[in-house]
């Protein structure tokens, strides 16, 4: 943990103390937004724009480190009854205020780029849910999720911590949920050789091809709807621990699916 967040509790951690320097400033505009998620698409080479996910940086290294530390002693304490999928869950509206309602507001910019539905404005975005999901060994650890999708319009899985050692707990994405993005005919055509080159996946009896896994990386967020089916791969060693962030278009809760679960 840095030395200069060592005395600050974490009610009043705020998003600029651990944002990635990257990150579009609150003034940005929907140009500049775009051109940070195409430097995002860019540095990774990897992000699956073509099943309608997109991962970009969000945290600094310190800032991730800081949060991984704050938060792994809180697995499973404050907020009961935070996820309905998995064992424990720790409320990070609750622990950490500031910096959860922060983010709700400066990734809301990113979807309304992303997904926009033909080009009609996206309705007021208002982030309802936050809680932390941990995989790992021990007894406030998880080990999967089955195949669910989330209450929400939108969600963002952030990853605070992620041991050298881990191995599985990669969400695994079913189908594709198209994005009204810029690049999305350029990606459309890379994937699509890659689609045809898939395979089946005989474990499960679906067809591979339509199917993409992503690790959330340390201090990186993973952008989707939460109407896109997915899972996680079943924890083999290390451990994981990610930020769960939901959305809606207006002021009230419910979702997509009540009772679903979360990532």
């Known amino acids: 943990m840095a030395p200069a967040f060592a005395d600050i509790p974490n009610a009043k951690i705020t998003f600029d103390m651990v944002c990635h320097p990257s990150f579009p400033p609150p003034s940005a505009t929907a140009e500049e937004v775009a051109a940070f998620i195409e430097c995002a698409i860019d540095e990774t080479n990897e992000c699956p724009l073509y099943y309608g996910i997109c991962e970009v940086p969000l945290l600094s290294d310190a800032g991730a480190a800081l949060l991984g530390a704050r938060t792994a002693p809180l697995i499973g304490k404050g907020g009961a009854g935070v996820g309905s999928m998995h064992n424990y869950g720790t409320d990070i509206l609750e622990l950490f205020p500031v910096l959860a309602k922060e983010l709700g507001e400066r990734l809301a910019p990113l979807f309304a780029v992303l997904y926009r539905p033909a080009g009609a404005p996206l309705p007021n975005l208002h982030m309802y849910s936050a809680h932390c999901i ?18 929400s319009l939108f969600t963002a899985t952030i ?22 993005h810029p690049e999305f005919e350029r990606m459309q055509a890379q994937y699509t050789l890659a689609r045809k080159r898939g395979g089946v996946d005989v ?20 952008l989707h709807l939460g109407a896109h089916p997915h899972r ?9 621990h990610s930020w769960v962030l939901w959305w809606h278009g207006s002021e009230r809760g419910g979702g997509a699916a009540d009772g679903e679960g979360r990532p």
Not at 134 to 151: F, I, N, S, W
Not at 162 to 174: I, K, M, Q
Request: hydrophobic share 35%; charged share 30%.
């Open 134 to 151: 941990a995989y790992g060994d021990g007894p406030t650890r998880e080990k999967a999720l089955k195949l669910h999708v989330d209450a």
């Open 159 to 180: 990853c605070v911590r992620a041991t050298p050692d881990l191995r599985g707990t990669a969400l695994v994405f079913h189908g594709q949920k198209a994005l009204q």
């Open 203 to 222: 474990k499960n009896g679906e067809d591979a091809r339509n199917h993409v896994q992503k690790l959330p990386r340390a201090g990186h967020a993973l």
């Open 232 to 240: 996680t791969q079943p924890w083999e060693a290390g451990e994981r």
